[in-house]
């Protein structure tokens, strides 16, 4: 939604594995967030970034999880050594400060096996 | 906990019937913002209440905020099946920057 592409939209693998989610938005929106929405639970904010650095990262679970941007723009969540409990839906939003709401892609959801 | 907590957590209710949802948080807060969720999709921002205002419409939307209680309400009028998702409050509390803190939201479903 709203020029937020990720991907992928679906993600299997096995526990132990890691796993790269990209968020690609439209550009011109500094503030970019991860967040992370298990089955009928809300949403858990993982980190934010604020062009290519990372003021709040204190929502990632463990040093398992690791996040990057480039360019102001893409970010990547990597996951390493995959957990059955990593299984959750992955969602990447923009905007939160002139504007105050955010924009979400639709999504990565990820199963671990 | 900054996180809002929306009541119910279910409601379930006949298309042209009005649905009212409601929210508590903890801190202070910037503004409140609600969401929707299509099942499986991500979420879609419907409407900001700043801390200091009191009510805001947008369409079939009314949102009310009280800030001496911590507490907001989304109305949706004349509900129509299409409205069936989860909605979500969120706050953005004045000491964070542009962090929003979700609640587990309330799945409301319009029978036609």
């Known amino acids: 939604g709203a020029g937020v592409s990720q991907s992928p939209s679906n993600k299997v693998t096995e526990k132990g594995k890691d796993v790269e989610l990209r968020c690609d938005p439209i550009?011109?929106?500094?503030?970019l967030y991860w967040y992370r929405q298990s089955l009928g639970q809300g949403l858990e904010f993982l980190i934010y970034f604020q062009g290519n650095s990372a003021p709040d990262k204190s929502g990632l679970p463990s040093d398992r999880f690791s996040a990057e941007r480039t360019g102001g723009s893409v970010s990547t969540l990597t996951i390493q050594r995959t957990q059955q409990e990593d299984s959750a839906v992955y969602l990447c939003?923009?905007?939160?400060?002139?504007?105050?709401?955010?924009?979400f892609g639709e999504g990565s959801r990820l199963t671990v096996l | 906990s900054q996180q809002g907590e929306e009541d119910p957590q279910a409601l379930s209710i006949q298309e042209g019937e009005n649905a009212t949802m409601n929210c508590s948080y903890k801190t202070s807060i910037n503004n409140l913002q609600w969401y929707r969720q299509n099942s499986g999709r991500g979420l879609v921002h419907l409407i900001l209440i700043r801390s200091n205002e009191r009510e805001k419409h947008s369409g079939r939307l009314r949102v009310t905020l009280d800030t001496s209680k911590k507490s907001s309400s989304l109305l949706i009028t004349a509900s129509r099946a299409a409205d069936t998702a989860s909605y979500f409050c969120?706050?953005?509390?004045?000491?964070?920057?542009?962090?929003?803190?979700f609640g587990r939201g309330t799945q409301l479903t319009v029978w036609p």
């Open positions: 969120a706050t953005d509390p004045s000491s964070t920057l542009g962090r929003l803190y």
């Open positions: 939003a923009v905007g939160g400060l002139s504007s105050g709401e955010l924009f």
């Open positions: 550009s011109g929106h500094t503030a």
